[in-house]
C-alpha cells in the first residue's frame, strides 16, 4: 500500500482545517508532509491523526506549523461537550475549564450553560 494511501486521512483532515502552503511527497519510503494550520490546536489535531498509524515513527517526517499564536485555537460545542471534557481533551487537564471560560465570558454567563454550535476560544495550553 502506497503511503499517500495509509495516511489519505491524515491528508483529507489537512484539507478540512484549510492548511495553507501544504503539500506532501512520498519519498524514500516515507511520506513527507508540511504546511501551515491557523492555530496550533489544528496543527496537534493533524499530529493526533497522524499517530493513529502503526509504524507513523518511521514513516512520517512532517513540518506543521501555525500561524496564529495569539490563541490555541477554537472549539465548537458539541452535543453532551462540557467545559471540563474540553478542557480535558484539549488542554490535558478537566480542572482548566475555568480557563475556557474566563476568554469566553463575552458569550458565557455560566460554565456549566453552554450551548451546541458556540464557537469557543481555547486559551494557550
Same mark, same amino acid.
Given at each position: =500500500? %502506497?503511503?499517500?494511501?495509509? #495516511?489519505?486521512?491524515? *491528508? %483529507?483532515?489537512?484539507?478540512? *482545517?484549510?492548511?495553507?502552503?501544504?503539500?506532501?511527497?512520498?519519498?524514500?519510503?516515507?511520506?513527507?508532509?508540511?504546511?501551515?494550520a491557523e492555530y496550533q490546536l489544528?496543527?496537534?489535531?493533524l499530529w493526533d491523526k497522524i499517530?493513529? @498509524?502503526?509504524?507513523?515513527?518511521?514513516?512520517?517526517? %512532517?513540518?506543521?506549523?501555525?500561524?496564529?499564536?495569539?490563541?490555541?485555537? #477554537? @472549539?465548537?460545542?458539541k452535543s453532551g461537550d462540557t467545559?471540563?471534557?474540553?478542557?480535558?481533551? *484539549?488542554?490535558?487537564?478537566?480542572?482548566? #475549564? =475555568?480557563?475556557?471560560?474566563? /476568554?469566553?465570558?463575552?458569550?458565557?454567563?455560566?460554565?456549566?450553560?453552554?450551548? /451546541?454550535?458556540?464557537? *469557543? /476560544?481555547?486559551?494557550?495550553?
Amino acid at each position: =500500500m %502506497a503511503l499517500g494511501d495509509k #495516511y489519505a486521512d491524515v *491528508l %483529507a483532515l489537512s484539507q478540512e *482545517l484549510g492548511v495553507k502552503d501544504g503539500n506532501w511527497k512520498e519519498e524514500g519510503g516515507k511520506i513527507k508532509l508540511w504546511g501551515k494550520a491557523e492555530y496550533q490546536l489544528d496543527a496537534n489535531r493533524l499530529w493526533d491523526k497522524i499517530k493513529e @498509524h502503526p509504524g507513523w515513527e518511521n514513516e512520517v517526517v %512532517a513540518d506543521l506549523q501555525a500561524t496564529r499564536t495569539d490563541v490555541y485555537g #477554537y @472549539h465548537t460545542v458539541k452535543s453532551g461537550d462540557t467545559l471540563s471534557g474540553i478542557a480535558k481533551r *484539549l488542554l490535558g487537564s478537566a480542572n482548566r #475549564y =475555568m480557563d475556557i471560560f474566563n /476568554v469566553n465570558k463575552d458569550q458565557l454567563s455560566d460554565p456549566d450553560k453552554i450551548k /451546541v454550535g458556540q464557537k *469557543l /476560544v481555547i486559551p494557550k495550553p
